[in-house]
């Protein structure tokens, strides 16, 4: 990958090889797109403050998150489907974040089950859970994923609903691929992926299947999927799993300070401010400019991770600068899995660390705690940002 040199070569490499309905599931946001727009359109508007001739010759990008040490401020986020970017796609991305130092979390929704991960792993992630209907099936993989020795749970809290992809719709997205002369043709043009599909692990939900009684097959495990997102769904929940989940507990999709407030109430660890990648409320605000008035009601009770829209290490800076303590990074590895498969996921992974270094030593700064407000044109430090950093 020798002339790869940003994400967004990875995202060309990416559409090239993998069939159009799974590269588009990745990719795309909720009805008109305007909240995936504004992801990346607020982070592009904010400034970084350039200084000169500070010494910046011991810089490091570790730090830590719900006390586990990180290479740097990286969290792989939770992706569903990673498995039908490239065959065994989860595995390789869980490889390629445990060679790097920084955490994976495998979606309720992943090709590749919780066990075949920690099997082929044999290191501790992160995983992520869908409260559905069923509230047995949420026991019960959260068992499993005890079981797998998962070092955290990432409670995802903004699906009670699903938000419409006209992507997905239009291209008949559906696992494996449906059946149309397009998606046909579109297939048999990349027979590297398709190749890697077929020698992987699995082929469906790799967390469901086997575990959802009378779903014989993979048409009415999808339906019962789509039928189990609950808008019932409440905080009550959100107190159920803390009392059955031993570990760590993050919750992701927290847009609002009066939300953040409640789930430290509740107990949870950290939160991660998101909109789900732009990809569930069409309109809803990006996530970077929710971020600063949630770190500021809550940063100094809890960790606050960010996640939405990240392609650049100068994202990852604008984001810490606000009141993050790190990022999820979620499209920016998904591009390097599909372009390249573990060694593309270690590429998107070592292009955000080096633009992050090469960010802090153009705006005199040496270490991850350091980094708050005053690395922005016109930003200052809050009393919590700078609390929160000690």
Sequence with gaps: MKNITCIDDLRQLARRRVPRAFFDYADSGSYQEETLRANRGDLERIKLRQRILVDVSQRSLATTVIGQKLSSPMILAPVGLLGMQRGDGEILSANAANAAGIPFTLSTMSICSIEDVAEATRKPFWFQLYVIRDRDFSKDILARAVA??????????????????????????TVPPEIRIANVIDVATKPAWAWSVLNGRSKTFGNLAGHVKGMENVNELAKWVG??????????DVEWIKKIWPGKLILKGILDADDAKTAVKL??????????????????????????AIADAVGSDTEVLFDGGVRTG??????????????MIGRAYVYGLGAGGQVG?????????KELSVAMALTGTNRIADIDGRVLVGGAATKKAAKRKR
């Design 227 to 236: 039928e189990q997102f609950d808008p019932a769904l409440s905080w009550k």
């Design 148 to 173: 797998a020795k998962c070092n955290a749970l990432v409670l995802t809290v903004d699906l009670q609903v699903l938000g419409q992809r006209h992507r997905d719709i239009k291209n008949g997205m």
């Design 345 to 353: 996921v270690a590429k998107a992974i070592d292009i955000l660390e």
């Design 314 to 327: 100068a994202d990852i800076m604008r984001a810490l600068a606000l009141g993050a303590r790190a990022c």
């Design 267 to 292: 107990g949870a660890d950290a939160i991660v401010v998101s909109n789900h990648g732009g990809r569930q409320l069409d309109g809803a605000p990006s996530s970077i400019s929710a971020l600063p």
